[in-house]
């Protein structure tokens, strides 16, 4: 049985239950950015902000967007699956893991990419900027930050983590982690830099602005190597945390 | 034949091992079951043989890979909103086996025999998850396990929450599978008046040790009772050929 094959059975199976447990999950995911990044820019109907100056603002969104949907789409969900004994149970059926979670994995990234395609119409639509130009930089990043991101939320898997925990944390730092990625500037000591830069909201941020620039032909003096590094980081995680991610439940007998 | 000898495990942080020194052999064209009370070390054991949890000592021989082994778990694991075609869709075209959307189809390639095991079947066709008993997931579960072709089955409590009628036809169904040449088939169960109309091997595990490997009959000759679970309770309680009554152990 191939592993593409199984993987999209996955894909297929995942797809339905997420169409079934209701339209709403799906469109409140991408409403409550469209609403916060309206209502936090409402001054832009009266001064209308040029692209470049706003660009910092969608590529923080977009951030947002993005790491949302790996973190609660990968990450939890894996955590989930090993806890209530699907990823065992499913595992000893197809004989690995790998279908299991590469067809998640693909469901995400389908999904991610209508949200930030969503987001991103929306937005321009309202505010007036180009909606082709603006969809088409939005999905790059996302699909250019994609694979070193679901390295890092593989690895968040094989902790020993609680849903609960997990949701605790990423509740409490996504909204100030995009504004800290907007607002906090440069800072001189490089290490601490580096560590800012290390965070999932600021390298989607931080990618987000440079492909802009690519696309743009503009430059805001963002280096490739930072980012490169940050990848490199991520997919090294992933990669060590392939086979640490464990079929048992921690918390209860499946 | 699998075998496992000395075979030491316990859990970090337990005061006491889940298994300790436990030899067995599970045998091929008959069904493996292990009894023993709630907490004795089944799951613990299947765990170590699906090579979940490595164990501290002993050994274990002709174990095959992964990809050739079923493990049944106990729970339930399902979203609710997932229809049972849709279930066995994703049981089949993961492990190789052709998928018709078809119950008629998929009725004969299961090989159903009985018309209530067909009316069932078409009654879950179209059913959410959700909407099903606990015994007929379980049935619906392990009936399409069956279906699947690997030389190492692990069921742990199959039957549990099932009807005495589909409980016979699982116990049937995984004895099918037992007569299949190099198969071996391991089961956990707590329904052992069942365990008479199949062939099997008993292995009573008890404080993570095996107390009695034997066929039924000698199993409730040993333990002096024709009602299994009354053996069982003497098994456990080092009681053999002493006949106890039922009202006395209900007493």
Request: proline share 3%; with cysteine; aromatic share 12%.
């Amino acid at each position: 049985m191939s592993l593409v094959k199984s993987s999209y059975e996955f894909f297929l199976f995942y797809n339905k239950i997420v169409i079934r447990e209701g339209v709403l999950g799906l469109v409140w995911a991408v409403l409550v950015p469209i609403i916060i990044f309206i209502s936090l820019n409402i001054n832009w109907f009266d001064h209308k902000q040029t692209i470049t100056e706003a660009l910092p603002f969608l590529c923080a969104f977009w951030a947002y967007i993005t790491v949302n949907t790996f973190l609660f789409g990968v990450a939890f969900r894996i955590i989930i699956f090993r806890e209530n004994g699907f990823l065992r149970c499913f595992t000893y059926i197809g004989g690995s893991k790998a279908p299991i979670i590469l067809g998640l994995l693909f469901l995400q990234i389908v999904h991610g990419l209508i949200n930030i395609a969503f987001f991103t119409s929306v937005v321009s639509s309202v505010f007036g900027y180009p909606l082709f130009l603006l969809v088409e930089i939005a999905t790059v990043t996302f699909l250019v930050v994609s694979i070193p991101l679901i390295g890092l939320m593989l690895s968040l898997t094989t902790l020993s983590l609680q849903t609960s925990t997990l949701y605790s944390i990423a509740n409490m730092f996504m909204l100030p982690a995009m504004f800290i990625a907007l607002y906090r500037g440069t800072i001189s000591n490089g290490f601490l830099e580096f560590i800012f830069r290390l965070t999932p909201v600021e390298f989607v941020y931080n990618t987000a602005l440079n492909i802009s620039d690519i696309m743009l032909v503009q430059s805001n003096g963002y280096t490739l190597f930072g980012l490169l590094s940050v990848s490199l980081i991520y997919l090294i995680c992933g990669i060590f945390s392939w086979k640490r991610i464990k079929l048992i439940s921690v918390t209860t007998r499946t | 034949m699998i075998t496992i000898e000395n075979l030491s495990f316990t859990y970090p942080k337990a005061d006491r091992p889940a298994l300790q020194n436990m030899s067995i052999r599970f045998e091929t064209g008959l069904v493996n079951v292990l009894i023993g009370l709630n907490g004795a070390g089944k799951t613990t054991l299947f765990d170590i043989i699906s090579g979940l949890y490595k164990p501290q000592h002993g050994h274990i021989t002709n174990l095959p890979h992964i990809q050739d082994m079923l493990y049944q778990i106990q729970g339930t694991f399902l979203s609710a909103l997932v229809k049972g075609k849709e279930y066995i869709r994703l049981i089949y075209n993961i492990s190789g086996k052709k998928f018709i959307n078809d119950e008629n189809y998929i009725i004969e390639q299961m090989n159903l025999k009985s018309d209530r095991e067909k009316e069932l079947l078409k009654d879950l066709w179209n059913k959410k998850i959700g909407q099903m008993s606990v015994g007929e997931r379980r049935w619906l579960y392990v009936i399409t396990l069956t279906q699947l072709k690997r030389s190492l089955y692990i069921f742990d409590e199959p039957t549990s929450g099932v009807d005495p009628s589909s409980r016979i036809k699982i116990y049937k169904r995984i004895e099918e599978l037992s007569q299949m040449e190099g198969n071996v088939i391991i089961l956990s169960t707590h329904h052992l008046h069942d365990l008479k109309f199949i062939t099997c091997k008993i292995n009573v595990l008890h404080k993570g040790s095996i107390l009695f490997e034997g066929d039924y009959q000698s199993f409730i000759s040993l333990y002096g009772s024709e009602n299994p679970d009354i053996a069982f309770d003497n098994c456990i309680n080092n009681l053999n050929q002493e006949v106890i009554t039922e009202a006395q152990v209900y007493a």
